[in-house]
């Protein structure tokens, strides 16, 4: 099975990217990569632009976004990824519960837990508390947080596993 990127951001990741759709689905073509999703922070303002550049390019456009999580200790992210119509349906109620509140984005783990069909969730991104209590070994809490994630996803939570 070929390596799919399933954690890209573009330049609509104010602060956190430069990549331009145009030319990642080009390096995409260039590289031989038959796949690959974009994961913005709380939005999908290029998720429609980088399906038709994709689909022009006969790349399979994964459409998803890294959303944050309110919690009461700290904020969280997760990475999720449409699977279907209804889980991109899903991705926008949730990008608009996030940017209601323009100076903290961001939605409760009720919210998420509202929005789930079709949709699968990436956990354990350096971005994540589960990242974080992983490196300070606090297996208690990892279990905790896990516990909580597989509560709301289901069968379609998987842990992300990356090397900084």
Do not use: K
């Not at 999703?37 to 939005?43: K, L, R």
């Not at 990824?81 to 903290?104: F, I, M, P």
């Not at 409760?108 to 490196?135: C, D, F, K, N, R």
Request: proline residues 2%; aromatic residues 6%.
């Amino acid at each position: 099975m070929p390596f799919v990127h399933l954690h890209v951001h573009t330049g609509f990741s104010f602060h956190q990217s430069t990549i331009r759709i145009d030319r990642l689905v080009a390096q995409c073509v260039d590289l031989g990569v038959r796949r690959c999703a974009v994961t913005d922070t709380n939005t999908l303002a290029g998720a429609i632009r980088f399906y038709r550049a994709a689909r022009a390019a006969s790349v399979i456009p994964i459409l998803g976004c890294e959303l944050t999580i309110h919690r009461e200790e700290t904020d969280d992210a997760v990475i999720l990824l449409a699977r279907d119509l209804a889980g991109y349906s899903n991705l926008c109620r949730l990008v608009t519960c996030a940017q209601q509140d323009r100076e903290h984005m961001g939605v409760s783990m009720e919210q998420l837990g509202q929005h789930t069909g079709g949709v699968i969730a990436l956990y354990g991104a350096p971005g994540s508390v589960l990242y974080h209590m992983l490196g300070q070994r606090q297996e208690r809490q990892d279990e905790t947080l896990l516990q909580g994630m597989r509560a709301v996803f289901g069968e379609n939570l998987y842990l992300d596993v990356q090397n900084p």
